[in-house]
């Protein structure tokens, strides 16, 4: 326990530490410091990696300390150049009482310790493996850069693609990297310490976001809370694990806060702020960018409905945004290149099937329901009180307006397979999960609005009823009322709900029964995996196929398997011939050959399956026993090692 409370606070203090001292050299103070912290942190990881790599400099713990002194020193610069001018004066946001600043960092504080509290008890073991599809790619790409240093915009794809790598954004898994080189822990243990910290960057974020655009306490504490509570916005979106994808959802509130800072006083200091911090949502996850945008445009739209000469104000900001876009593009270069290239190869995009009725889509999503048996019912109620009320919810009404176009593209894609939904859908893999999150995040806003409401009514009852009661003391004990009504009546905010859904998805066999051999990474076959390690050489490589659990051979044993990630698409023409035509080995030269190429020592066939029936295997891995060229060196009930004889 004690071991895994501190590998916990490293990734903490990677988040955390660098992304301080940048804030703070930028000028930042308060809530927005604490919350712009980790998305400095992020950026630095996401300037650096990807930049190396053009120039073939390592990625690792001294280079991410430098380009952290380097951007702490650039962005105080820009500060320094701002304020000797006397323009670096910044709205800190609401005044807000010592109290509410305490009783809206305690709800944080509660979101964030309860959100990881109920993630370990899912998860069982920290070391827990993660049984979802695109798990072992996140594992195995960290893996690779602490190993190789390789921080460039194809680099980690060259774990599965390694007949030249394949793009994907690496944020996410350049400060992993970072933390598997400081701790040693093991993979699994890395990826699950990130998400435990996610709760909180969720609750914080959203926090942060709602002090900027002058929401009460209230507010702001309930948001913190909402966010956590709500399955769709986190728990139900790790499971595959979407995991970048779900941090670039939790600090994007942040990046708003940014870009609105930013159209107040358009300056170098609050420019760099904002295209580092695209920069860092871009590495982390490509659709980030949409998300921004879907985001920022009814920002900008109410805004410039209030200002008093909107056209002038809309001509303004946008000269502004285009100035800030040129700092952007350079440091962001290796990952829209990276982009662009992908959208140019032939890796297929196909969507997701839609499974329901637009009726049916939009129904779960007001009653929190997405992929679950029953709704969250006292978020729905919130939600409703919220929407009552929303005339009340001041500078943050054009928040509906996000909430109205990320909702309706969550409801397309789940009811609707037209080549134009799919099209519209592409930034989201037209993946209903993604995008009911974005829905979500903007909905628990509402909802804690319908909280926040209860408590303004419930105080004035008090005053009005219990007029002995001091009027600040009635509005503290309304707000204490609703805050633990609504974490009774939600059963501690779902809680025992998401930790059999995470149980669900990391194999914890204590919690939810699962047979052992319904696993696709069991224990058993990663002992096995380990039995691999222990007898291979340095340069040895395993075959294996593309659905069992043997994907995660490299992340756990550092022994490089020829199959990284269950995705079949584009998939290398070694790999494609060696499962096909393996059993062929004595009689077909270009199968030797392949497995020359890859050096190709050992074979590893495990019984667990992403996708159901052992049965069908690739041919090529299918009835080895007996094949003269493989001798069986390790088995158990759930994995057979074999050594190829040359």
Known sequence: MF???????????????????????????????????????????????????????????????????????????????VSRRGRSADDAGPPWLRREHLAVAGCVALAAVGGGAVFLWGLGDLNAVAQTFDAPFHANGIRYIAETGDGGAFGMGAVHWYDGGSFYPNGYHLLAAVDLELTGATVPAVLNAHTVVLFGLIALCTAVFVRHFRGSPALAGYSALTVVAATSVSWGTMSSPLLPFVLSVALLPVLIVLAHRYLQRPAPDTGLLLAVGAVAELTIHSSALFNGVLLAVPMLAYRWWTAPARLRQARRDGLALLAVAVPTLILAAPELLGALALVGSDYPYLGWPANTTFGHALGDLVAFQHNQAQPQVWLAVALAIGLATYRKLGDLRWIGCAGVLFGGLAVLVSSSDSAMVTTLARPWWDDPFRLVALTTLVLCVIAAHGLAQA?????????????????????????????????????????????????????????????????????????????????????????????????????????????????????????????????????????????????????????????????????????????????????NDMATLYRVLR
């Open 3 to 81: 071991a895994d409370a501190a590998h916990i606070g490293v990734y903490l203090l990677i988040l955390f530490a660098p992304g301080t001292a940048a804030a703070i050299a930028a000028g930042l103070r308060g809530w927005l410091l604490v919350g712009t912290a980790p998305l400095l942190g992020y950026a630095m990881g996401a300037i650096a990696g990807p930049a190396l790599g053009w120039f073939g400099v390592p990625f690792n713990l001294v280079t991410f300390a430098v380009t952290a002194v380097v951007l702490t020193a650039a962005l105080g610069v820009a500060r320094w150049s």
């Open 455 to 635: 408590q303004s009514w419930l105080g004035g009852l008090l005053r009005a009823r219990a007029s002995w009661i001091p009027g600040r003391t009635a509005g503290a004990v309304a707000a204490v009322a609703v805050l633990v009504g609504f974490l009774v009546l939600s059963n501690g905010l779902y809680a025992r709900r998401h930790a059999v859904y995470v149980a669900a998805n990391w194999g914890n066999t204590e919690m939810v029964a699962q047979p052992t051999d319904e696993m696709v990474v069991s224990k058993a076959e990663v002992t096995a995996m380990r039995e691999l390690a222990e007898r291979a050489d340095p340069d040895d490589r395993v075959l294996n196929e593309w659905f069992d659990g043997s994907a995660w051979t490299y992340a756990i044993t550092g022994v490089r398997s020829v199959v990284s990630h269950y995705e079949v698409a584009d998939a290398p023409a070694d790999t494609k011939l060696l499962t096909e035509h393996f059993r062929d080995y004595a009689t077909r030269p270009d199968v030797r050959a392949a497995a020359d190429r890859l050096d190709v020592r050992w074979v590893l066939v495990t019984e667990g399956r992403m996708f159901g029936d052992s049965t069908q295997r690739p041919p090529g891995l299918r009835g080895l026993d007996g094949l003269p060229f493989l001798q069986p060196v390790y088995g």
